[in-house]
T-cell receptor, first 114, second 113 residues
Framework: AQSVTQPDIHITVSEGASLELRCNYS??????LFWYVQSPGQGLQLLLK??????LVQGIKGFEAEFKRSQSSFNLRKPSVHWSDAAEYFC????????????FGSGTRLQVQP | DARVTQTPRHKVTEMGQEVTMRCQPI?????VFWYRQTMMQGLELLAY????????DSGMPKDRFSAEMPDATLATLKIQPSEPRDSAVYFC???????????FGPGTRLTVL
């Protein structure tokens, strides 16, 4: 079955440390890939997206993500985490480009320690 | 700064009551989505409109949920009758047909007692 997996439910990092959030998808072709961030009580904000081309994409707030076709992964990274990055992060894919609806992973909650 | 707006932001109601949630997509966007977020199920698609026509509502319980777009500036999601298991945050998102990026509203937090 087509699915999106975020294996880490909860991650804690120290402020200033690097961050990597994992995302794997299961699909026969390359889907469109997204990372969204949700702060408590807020909606979802798009961080970055991958449709095609350069497999390393840059997003807002200093985030980047790398698409690896061989691993069916789209991991999110940030070299130095700020306390304001504490939030929940969702990986999402558009599995059927004709349908356009997003399929979300279960999310990773990021906690930042001072 | 164009945004998706949703009303109400919070709704508390009693079981059996009708609930209507409204969404104003970004002007010019021709695709509208309704998603539901719960602790148990995460984010899941309820319905999807393109150019105001419903294309996919397979995620909705058909006996109690209905989604419509009476015009290009308004999408509605209605629950009748509501049940406690409908308690969730309901998000509306809009986008362009060729853009594939969806912009989310702030959500409506529904509590059914």
């Amino acid at each position: 079955a087509q699915s999106v997996t975020q294996p880490d439910i909860h991650i804690t990092v120290s402020e200033g440390a690097s961050l990597e959030l994992r995302c794997n998808y299961s699909y026969g072709a390359t889907p469109y890939l997204f990372w969204y961030v949700q702060s408590p009580g807020q909606g979802l904000q798009l961080l970055l997206k991958y449709f095609s081309g350069d497999t390393l994409v840059q997003g807002i707030k200093g985030f980047e993500a790398e698409f690896k076709r061989s691993q069916s992964s789209f991991n999110l990274r940030k070299p130095s985490v700020h306390w304001s990055d504490a939030a929940e992060y969702f990986c999402a894919v558009v599995m059927d480009t004709g349908r356009r609806a997003l399929t979300f992973g279960s999310g990773t909650r990021l906690q930042v320690q001072p | 700064d164009a945004r998706v707006t949703q009303t109400p932001r919070h709704k508390v109601t009693e079981m059996g009551q009708e609930v209507t949630m409204r969404c104003q997509p970004i002007l010019g966007h021709n695709t509208v989505f309704w998603y539901r977020q719960t602790m148990m199920q995460g984010l899941e698609l309820l319905a999807y409109f393109r150019n105001r026509a419903p294309l996919d509502d397979s995620g909705m319980p058909k006996d109690r949920f209905s989604a419509e777009m009476p015009d290009a500036t308004l999408a509605t999601l209605k629950i009748q009758p509501s049940e406690p298991r409908d308690s969730a945050v309901y998000f509306c998102a809009s986008g362009l047909l060729r853009g594939d990026t969806q912009y989310f509203g702030p959500g409506t937090r529904l509590t059914v007692l």
